[in-house]
């Protein structure tokens, strides 16, 4: 299944990226948008929201709704490829958790390391609004 629709002619790669988003539910659901997109780079924001969080005495964010951001950030890098197909699938995913999860507002930021002709390497960052790093990430997908 390809989850890149067709770009309809357009050449920004934010218009292209958000189009991606659009049609990812999870990402609709947890009100993911395209900040930058570049060839081999993405950067994706979503807002904290009560339902996100896993400690309510803390407020802190859930770390499966940090994972999900962080894999689709990476996701969407590879696709953001210039020589990489309309779709990707995560093969391995490692995400440290440098900090609580706290802030109103989330950005992770994608950069593909290495592609080859199946797989890529993307490494990832996860900041709030304050630009606290929260969590770093390296991923490996597949791309074909």
Not at 49 to 65: K, M, N, Q, S
Not at 67 to 79: E, F, K, P
Not at 130 to 135: M, P, R, V
């Amino acid at each position: 299944m390809e989850l890149l629709p067709d770009s309809g002619g357009a050449a920004d790669p934010r218009e292209m990226m958000q189009r991606f988003l659009d049609v990812v539910p999870h990402a609709e659901a947890l009100g993911m948008r395209v900040i930058d997109a570049g060839p081999g780079m993405v950067e994706l924001e979503m807002p904290w929201r009560a339902e996100f969080v896993g400690d309510p005495a803390t407020g802190v964010l859930h770390g499966g709704v940090v994972s999900a951001l962080m894999d689709t950030c990476c996701g969407a890098a590879v696709m953001a490829h210039p020589t990489h197909p309309r779709s990707t699938a995560t093969i391995d995913l490692r995400i440290d958790y440098l900090r609580p999860g706290r802030g109103t507002r989330f950005t992770a930021s994608a950069t593909l390391l290495r592609s080859g002709n199946k797989v890529a390497v993307v490494r990832s960052e996860l900041h709030n609004e304050s630009d606290t790093l929260i969590a770093v990430g390296t991923g490996t997908y597949l791309c074909g």
